[in-house]
T-cell receptor, first 113, second 111 residues
Framework: DQQVKQNSPSLSVQEGRISILNCDYTNSMFDYFLWYKKYPAEGPTFLIS?????DKNEDGRFTVFLNKSAKHLSLHIVPSQPGDSAVYFCAARFSGSARQLTFGSGTQLTVLP | NAGVTQTPKFRILKIGQSMTLQCTQDMNHNYMYWYRQDPGMGLKLIYYSVGAGITDKGEVPNGYNVSRSTTEDFPLRLELAAPSQTSVYFCASSPDLREQYFGPGTRLTVT
């Protein structure tokens, strides 16, 4: 049973436009959410996170939105750049647990020049 | 500051062979993790450790063993390799219960 779902395996966006990556979760005990970016042949790198007590967190071109009632998370990248082309994973953590993290299956973002 | 290092980068094993995947971090993090990633899937937690001498099972521990004798090292042992263990293995460390820092991965093929 997938508790964290990324239903779009791929997304293509024109350079300079907005990229929106989506993530849904089923367990209301998740209290912290993260986005990771992964290039081929490299490990995932942390991008941005949000606590369940917030609904928005922004870091430069990256903004994460959390809708707790809908159990939905999204990552906005504005403006998108070719270097943003990578696989993006969302991940969630159970409240107070060291047994980390539950990952989605990833979305391949391609930013077209 | 090397972060999280993993060796080897690639390995081919025959069915029934054993091997140890090495993981070292130089950030003095208490928490360390082993994940596997199968094609088209997210990362699944194999084992984790909250400090030296303490380990616990994750979501998919069968066929693997770990030890944590020091803060820096967290090796993953495969005793009897099976084709189902063909995957990319990532080690990660964390200073707290939030962001994790990943190594570059080990690509393992069992034939």
């Amino acid at each position: 049973d997938q508790q964290v779902k990324q239903n779009s395996p791929s997304l293509s966006v024109q350079e300079g436009r907005i990229s929106i990556l989506n993530c849904d979760y089923t367990n209301s005990m998740f209290d912290y959410f993260l986005w990771y970016k992964k290039y081929p042949a490299e490990g995932p790198t942390f991008l941005i996170s949000i606590s369940s007590i917030k609904d928005k967190n922004e870091d430069g071109r990256f903004t994460v939105f959390l809708n707790k009632s809908a159990k939905h998370l999204s990552l906005h990248i504005v403006p998108s750049q070719p270097g943003d082309s990578a696989v993006y994973f969302c991940a969630a953590r159970f409240s107070g647990s060291a047994r980390q993290l539950t990952f989605g299956s990833g979305t391949q973002l391609t930013v077209l020049p | 500051n090397a972060g999280v290092t993993q060796t080897p980068k690639f390995r081919i094993l025959k069915i029934g062979q054993s091997m140890t995947l090495q993981c070292t971090q130089d950030m003095n993090h208490n928490y360390m993790y082993w994940y596997r990633q199968d094609p088209g899937m997210g990362l699944k937690l194999i084992y984790y450790s909250v400090g030296a001498g303490i380990t616990d099972k994750g979501e998919v521990p069968n066929g693997y063993n770990v030890s944590r004798s020091t803060t820096e090292d967290f090796p993953l042992r495969l005793e009897l390799a099976a084709p189902s263990q063909t995957s990319v293995y990532f080690c990660a460390s964390s200073p707290d219960l939030r962001e994790q820092y990943f190594g570059p991965g080990t690509r393992l093929t069992v034939t």
